[in-house]
């Protein structure tokens, strides 16, 4: 029986909970995993005694008629950023004892129907879904009235009852406009994601929020398209000073198509991207993003699924607080 008088057995998210740590932590107190602070460990101890939980009595219970399996959809694993949520996934799976079926190279439909057959058949026993597109299998929504299903990065219409980890998308974009308008750049344009993709357009409309006299130019957070579109935008009569690209991959394109025009980045031209993946850091001169935290979103989307498989209802956290990391891809205007 918890706390509150439930008669229900204590889990390693109650004991989180009243530790003030996320579960991974309280999993690495327990397993000697990964190194944990005194005062952490001394904090775990005094819920687990208090709460008295039985360490690994809640994976136990899971265990009974689990597979201890997840699945995690991404919408390509080659993708830096969906590449590093990946690999988080796992980790944070790991950490906790489950292990981690992923696809992301196969259509969408059909992946999508591999991992619904995988639910109904209870090979996996709950699913993280990563989309980067507008629409999504109709039955995904059904099954998550039965199943659980956690999003991460990305929301989607039709699955509004499904929890969803994602960053402070809005806060990003803003970020972006107060950092060019600081510079003095009045002549900026933003490079969009593709249409109906919420994560893109938040972006896009905390930007226009502060800078609301930009030029709005469609992409699809492809580098080819950022090139041809920037192209475009350069051979114009009055040309932007800054550019905002909605990811590092569209700013790629956007700094190739600035420097095959003879132009310098940052003194003819400011970029500024959004992900900070790892490649925008070494490139020369580093890219000017804003940092998503990806490694907590794959943690705390694994910790939001595994309680919904114990059979509580987590909902969705508050959105995650992104970084404006500033480098060398932007500067006053000439």
Excluded: C, W
């Excluded at 109650?14 to 397993?31: E, F, N």
């Excluded at 008295?52 to 136990?60: K, L, T």
């Excluded at 196969?106 to 507008?134: F, P």
């Excluded at 590092?248 to 991207?273: H, K």
């Amino acid at each position: 029986m918890d706390e509150t008088g439930a008669n229900r057995p204590v889990t390693i998210r109650d004991v989180a909970r009243v530790a003030q740590v996320s579960m991974t932590t309280v999993s690495h107190a327990l397993s000697s995993k990964r190194p944990v602070s005194p005062e952490t460990a001394e904090r775990i101890r005094a819920a687990i005694e208090h709460l008295g939980y039985v360490p690994h009595s809640g994976a136990r219970s899971l265990q009974s008629g689990r597979a201890m399996m997840i699945g995690l959809v991404v919408p390509d694993v080659s993708d830096p950023f969906f590449g590093e949520l990946a690999v988080s996934v796992e980790r944070s799976a790991d950490d906790l004892d489950f292990g981690v079926v992923l696809s992301s190279s196969i259509s969408r439909a059909e992946r999508d129907a591999r991992y619904l057959n995988l639910l109904r058949s209870r090979s996996i026993d709950g699913l993280i879904y990563v989309t980067g597109e507008v629409r999504v299998d109709e039955r995904l929504a059904d099954l998550a009235a039965r199943h659980p299903i956690v999003l991460a990065d990305e929301s989607v219409a039709t699955l509004e009852s499904i929890p969803l980890v994602a960053a402070d998308h809005l806060q990003g974009g803003r970020l972006v406009a107060e950092h060019l308008r600081e510079l003095g750049h009045s002549r900026v344009a933003v490079l969009t994601g593709p249409r109906g993709l919420r994560s893109a357009e938040e972006r896009v409309s905390g930007f226009l929020s502060v800078l609301p006299g930009a030029t709005v130019v469609d992409g699809d957070f492809t580098e080819e398209v950022a090139y041809h579109r920037t192209a475009k935008l350069l051979a114009g009569a009055t040309p932007p000073t800054a550019v905002f690209a909605s990811n590092d991959v569209s700013a790629f394109g956007v700094i190739d198509a600035a420097r095959d025009r003879g132009l310098s980045v940052p003194d003819d031209l400011s970029v500024v991207g959004f992900d900070d993946v790892p490649l925008s850091g070494r490139l020369s001169p580093g890219l000017t993003t804003v940092r998503q935290p990806v490694g907590e979103i794959g943690r705390v989307a694994v910790e939001t699924l595994l309680a919904e498989i114990a059979g509580e209802a987590p909902g969705s956290p508050p959105r995650h607080p992104v970084v404006l990391v500033v480098r060398g891809t932007t500067r006053p205007p000439r």
